[in-house]
């Protein structure tokens, strides 16, 4: 960052106040504080300084100034007995010298806004600010400012097309809350002006909206009752937008900044009158605090004894304040770095407005106080003490709660950017670029990647609580299985890194409270607190986990609920809660036998419970193709990998960054629906899904599947930038659900797809060769006539030596089962008896 | 000669007011001046030289990796003091200082305010006792030129005439010469393994990565270029040191009265101010002039990239094919006469991760030596690997030191400060797991995760540092061999089952005969090979593209369940890191011996997978 050099003496003016260095602004000090050297002044609390003039025409700027005081602190107006409450966010400055620039300063040129008319022109002291222009400016913003655009949440529910703040204020009025929110960007498109005084002067200009709002307030309703004068909280000041760049010229200067709360401090009470009683007469007396001193009073004004004045605490004013430290939320940082992290304060009623852990906006003033000095010691640190003295509080991920997508006032893009991405989606083949984007160092495997690619933009949120559904989960899930070695976990470490809030956990290290939520005790507070897992800290992201086979059943059985529901309900220690977990899963699992076992089903080859596999969109089989033109392609690939320069690399993919930013903007603002023809593609897949099953006697696709390719249809919309699920889009989800359905629910024996693999765990083949062969044996039995009693060996080779196709003992003992279920016979050891 | 330009520049910024370059100008007399042949080496080191022989602001140099970046502070660029006699303004510069003179004037409108950013560092942790030693002497042949006490002095002139008549002959053994340096470094901070609770200073926990390590720890107060460090940066930093004593008074004289009126004096806890403002005498502060990153810290090679380092390269270049020969006969010797392991373990400690395709590193090498004898075998082998690489660390992987070991950098949001973990180290450091020390036994939860760090480390070449509300990765380049029984429970990029040809009796006596028989020239030369072996770059021929191609399409012909892509992965690594035409061939040919080693070791096993 740029150190700012000693400014030279003399130097010309600048033209505005927000260009010079704020040791250029820096207030003088009224001389009676001369004999507090060591009083902790803040330049911000200073008051008055001749600061944007080139003072250097003065001997001292103090001297020929008339101050005429604007008592900052009340608005008498109409306010009809409104207490008016103390703004310790802004510091104690409540009583602003003005300065008559026209008679003192004529060689002011540039110093003061171009809108200076002739004759009088008072100004608040070390800055531009006129009062009584202010004040007018920003009434005028308050009645004629209309934003038709606006899509805040805290607009909701006032009419866009009548003034937007005195719809507020009419709020105020019925709620009582005598808190009026601005937002800075809407001060700025309707005065610029106005908005520079606000960001440059915010100690002076705050005060001023007050008065203003209060007598516009108390003129339209003079009969509401409030708690206190209304104050204004300004957010939103385009100014600072990440604590890196804060930097020593925003010093003093209101700004808006992003972070995450690590740590709040119990409630510091600030004395902000002290009241004193005289131990002789009693008499009592008041005085404000003074830049955080309080300058006792040596001598009873009543009885006059000096050094009688005790001060009585109970009977002083304090305000609440709170130390709050926030770190720089980790999409902000330059990689390689520690976040910074930054103190700052807040007062009365933002007190324990956040909790660690929140992700908040800041709009506050950024303050530097010296280090006080020791006056036994000659030499003093020489560095500034920072903080912001918070106004207002924005969280951002306040929404979650409502289960909305939290993610549009997170991400902001520019302009040119969104351009980018849309002539990027408005290519024809936009699909199969970004799908070769994704993890280019992983050779191939096209569909695995489109899939993955269609979970990363995931379908369309829709809601059915109405209708007694709840939600319908909009996130794909996928599994890939396959041989080790194919580039699974790699594939997994990519979408963990390309994505904002993933989660990268293994099977085999993981248990199930480590992947849902546990309770424990805090080290600090002693309190039980809720300690939340991968899947819920992937909400609305993508959890990975490998090694998914390795995983215990109890862990497993977790998923269940997360994968269709998509909530995590806890009943631990007392806490019984249900969390939202709108995560979509990508699992990686490798076969029971290390090799993948061609001649079995999936589920053999994984022994995953169906149960679980069912709520899997897609599953992937990574197979070795064992074919030399994949293999010598394959190698080809490699070697490129390790021998290519970054450039050609980069050259041929498109960047990790611009991915990124395009799957985050579809996410936020693409909401695909169905057209017509798109539901009627859908329905005729289904039914022909349910057709190609039926004429077999087997179930091929169940209504789980139906919602599985309508997901897939939209994320394909949303991959095109289309607000519209078109028939294009349901040929593919129903290309890539043909084809993860071909890989894994082929049925090894009859080479038929067969849903029910999934579905139930057994192809229908199976089951239907399972009834022969026990029918086979009962008619074996029935023909030996009345045995009551056989060997189970002998039973074994009889069946044997008579069918036609080989029996395995399994097949033996399961045929034997299903006729112990039927009640025909029972199995002691190794003797069969019939009953 | 470099206190005084320091004094000249830093003081009364007021004289040269007129000239607002001067900053510019301080950083590029310095680069100047430093950039001279052998210029650098006139500089002392803090950490050869105990601190309390350093001059307070005077010109120093610390070899150090950032184990932690505060946050930015401001402070009085420039300021304006009132003499309380004369009543003169004064204006002075407070860059490359920690305190102002008296009398500030705080109103003076002339006040500059500007930024700077701390930085705690360590040295680098697991720096070898032979490179401290050697670049200690190479220092100490200085010493007249800085002001420090000569008594000091006389042992390394001893030492050094030691080194310069008989340079045949042999030294003792290394760790010897390490504990008696360790003697000399009287700055050495007690780490909380090491000393007892009693100690007055106990209570400061230098932070360094890893347990019982010794020497300055530096708080670096940055002014230019803040974006282009990083944690874990290793950096020879060249700066003014500052001990003033007043840093610390500061700390501890705290009126209670005061704090409810100045409360920014309370938002400090107790350990945040311990963590960042220690007493100056056992953490001093050094004001960065320049910093030069470290591409290795072998003493034995010239570390800037200059033509001097140039003409050193190629004049090596000549007799490297020579030195590499005999290195790997060494390390046969040392590996029992098992040619191939030496072969693996010559091509493991000159890999390093040369780039990264989206999150997959190319380059590393993570080699499993599996089958080693115990009975202290892996100990004394860690102590050969020990000689030769300049930055290393043996990591016992016993079940206590897994569980109760913090190897993951954490956050600490009360002290605000990142406590350091054991996998916190510089770039290719050679980290050795000795697996063999493993016993029966359970994890707890600490334990797993520390194995989990691990496996992510050998596969991603990262370690995810816990910042308590997320998780951050930071990409890493270390060198993990592991010695195990068996099959190493880590994964690894190459398992070689060693197979030692010989049994010496008593394999202690072996290996120390082993070791002495070298004369140290020769292990310089070993040193100097494998690091800049590290550095040079790898190229591919068409024919050769061609030929990999081929090959790999034949040996799947032969057998497709056995080599894979991750075997052609493995074989690309190790053609790049032999690095010569015909490496393709030779990476085919060692990982053919493996591979049936592989086998026969499986089959006579029987159930290992």
Known sequence: ?835 | MRMWFVCRFCCPAAQSNSNPEWEAKVLEYFKGQLKEKESHSWVPSLNDVPLHYLKPNSLVKFRCLVQDMFDPEFYMGVYETVDPSTKANVLRCGKYKDVTECGVDLNSRNTVTAERQTFYCVPIPGESPWAKEISFLSAARVVPSTSYVPSRQKRSYEEDDDMDTQPQKQREPHTGGGTKWCHRQETEAPSSQTTAPSDCSSHLDLNFPLPGERGPACLVKVYEGLDSFKLNDTLEIYGILSVNPVLTVLGEEKDPSLLLLNPTESMETPEEQRAHDPPASLVPRLHMLYARPLQHNNPLLPSAPTEDQSAFVSSFLVEMASVRAELLAYLTHVLLGDGLAAEYLLLHLISNVYTRRDVLPLGKFTLNLSGCPLNSYTERLYQIVQQLVPCSYRLSMSLHTMNSMRLVPKKDYVANRLVSGALQLARNTSLFLDETQLEQGQLDSSGVRNITALGNLISWQKVDYDFSYHQMEFPCNINVLVTSEGRSLLPSDCQVPLQPQVTPPNMEEYLTTIHMAQFTSQINKFRVYLSLARTLDYSISDEVTKAVEDDFVDMRKDDPQSVTAEDLHRMLVVASITCSSNGWMRAKHIDMLRRSRTEQQKSLNGNEP
Not at chain 1, 186 to 210: M, N
Not at chain 1, 585 to 602: D, F, G, I, Y
């Open chain 1, 1 to 835: 960052m740029s150190s700012p050099t000693s400014t030279p003496v003399g130097s010309k003016p600048s033209s505005d106040g927000l260009a010079s260095p704020p040791s250029q602004r820096r207030r003088g000090q009224d001389s009676s504080n001369g004999d507090l050297p060591a009083m902790p002044t803040s330049p911000a609390t200073d008051i008055a300084s001749p600061a944007v003039h080139d003072t250097s025409l003065f001997s001292s700027p103090r001297r020929s100034v008339l101050p005429s005081e604007v008592d900052m602190s009340s608005p008498l107006i109409g306010v009809r007995g409104t207490p008016v409450r103390q703004r310790p966010d802004l510091g104690s400055a409540r009583k602003a010298p003005q300065v008559d620039l026209h008679t003192e300063l004529p060689s002011a040129d540039g110093a003061v806004a171009s809108e200076q008319a002739a004759g009088q022109k008072l100004v608040i002291w070390g800055t531009d600010v006129n009062v009584g222009t202010c004040k007018e400016k920003f009434q005028r913003f308050l009645q004629r400012f209309i934003d038709p655009t606006s899509n805040e949440d805290e607009n909701a529910g006032l009419d866009l097309n009548e003034p937007l703040y005195m719809q507020k204020l009419e709020e105020i009025s019925v709620i009582g809350d005598p808190v009026l929110n601005v937002n800075c960007s809407h001060v700025q498109s309707f005065d610029a002006d106005l908005y520079r005084q606000l960001i440059s002067y915010p100690q002076e200009v705050i005060p001023t909206f007050d008065m203003a709002v209060n007598e516009l307030f108390f003129e339209r309703f003079p009969d509401s009752i409030l708690e206190h004068q209304i104050q204004v909280r300004p957010y939103n000041a385009l100014k600072t937008r990440n604590m890196r760049s804060l930097n020593p010229e925003d010093i003093d200067q209101m700004i808006t900044i992003s972070g995450m709360v690590i740590r709040t401090s119990q409630l510091i009470p600030e004395m902000q009158e002290a009241f004193f009683q005289c131990q002789v007469c009693a008499f009592s007396t008041r005085v404000e605090v003074d830049r955080g001193r309080i300058a006792e009073p040596a001598v009873c004004r009543n009885c006059n004894t000096t050094h009688s004045l005790a001060l009585i605490h109970n009977r002083s004013a304090f305000s609440d304040k709170q130390m709050i430290k926030v770190q720089e939320s980790p999409d902000d940082m330059p990689a390689g770095q520690t976040p910074h992290t930054t103190i700052v304060y807040a007062h009365n009623d933002l007190v324990d407005k956040v909790q660690p852990g929140d992700r908040i906006n800041i709009t506050g003033i950024y303050r530097a106080v010296p280090m006080r000095e020791n006056p036994r010691q000659s030499t003093v640190k020489s560095v500034y003490k920072t903080h912001i003295d918070v106004i207002h509080f924005r969280k951002t991920d306040e929404k979650r709660l409502h289960g909305l997508d939290e993610d549009s006032d997170q991400k902001l893009f520019t302009e040119e950017r969104v351009q980018t991405l849309k002539e990027l989606a408005a290519k024809p083949d936009v699909y199969e670029r970004l799908s070769s984007a994704l993890a280019p160092s992983i050779y191939e495997q096209e569909d695995i990647k489109k899939g993955i690619l269609l979970q990363l933009f995931g379908g369309t949120r829709k809601d059915f609580s109405q209708t007694g559904r709840g939600n319908f989960r909009a996130e794909v899930n996928i599994l890939l299985c396959g041989d080790p070695g194919t580039s699974k976990s790699q594939l997994l470490q990519y979408v963990f890194n390309l994505v904002p809030r993933g989660q990268y956990t293994s099977g085999k290290g993981s248990s199930a409270v480590g992947l849902t939520a546990y309770v424990m005790k805090d080290p600090e507070t002693k309190q039980l607190v809720l300690q939340t897992g991968a899947l819920v800290l992937s909400d609305n992201g993508i959890c990975c986990i490998d090694e998914f086979d390795k995983m215990s059943d109890s862990t497993r059985s977790v998923l269940h609920e997360v994968m269709e529901q998509q909530t995590i309900s806890i009943a631990k220690a007392g806490i019984i809660c249900q969390l939202n977990a709108r995560t979509s899963v990508l699992a990686a699992a490798n076969p029971v036998e290390s090799q993948w076992n061609p001649k079995k089903t999936t589920i053999e080859n994984i022994q995953l419970p169906h149960t679980l596999l069912s709520r899997f969109d897609l599953i992937f089989l990574m197979l070795d193709p064992q074919d030399e033109a994949y293999d010598r392609r394959l190698a080809h690939h490699l070697v490129a990998l390790y021998y290519q320069s970054e450039e050609q690399i980069e050259e041929e993919f498109l960047d990790m960054a611009v991915l990124k930013d395009y799957i985050a903007y579809a996410r936020t603002y693409i909401n695909p629906r169905l057209n017509e023809e798109a539901s009627q593609a859908l329905i005729e897949a289904y039914v022909d899904m349910r057709k190609i099953g039926s004429g077999r006697g087997m179930v091929s696709a169940y209504p789980r599947q139906l919602e599985s390719l309508i997901r897939l249809a939209e994320a394909h919309a949303k991959v095109r930038f289309s607000d519209k699920v078109e028939t294009v889009d349901v040929e593919e989800a129903k290309r890539l659900h043909r084809e993860a359905l071909k890989q894994s629910a082929t049925d090894p024996r009859t080479g038929f797809v067969d849903i029910s693999i999934l579905t139930t765990g057994m192809s229908a083949t199976a089951r239907k060769r399972k009834e022969e062969v026990a029918q086979a044996l009962k008619k074996m039995i029935q023909s030996r006539g009345k045995t009551p009693a056989m060997k189970y060996q002998q039973l074994f080779d009889d069946l044997r030596g008579q069918s036609k196709a080989a029996i395995t003992k399994d097949m033996f003992e399961e045929a034997l089962r299903a006729l112990a279920d039927e009640d025909y016979l029972t199995v002691t050891g190794k003797t069969v008896r019939l009953l």
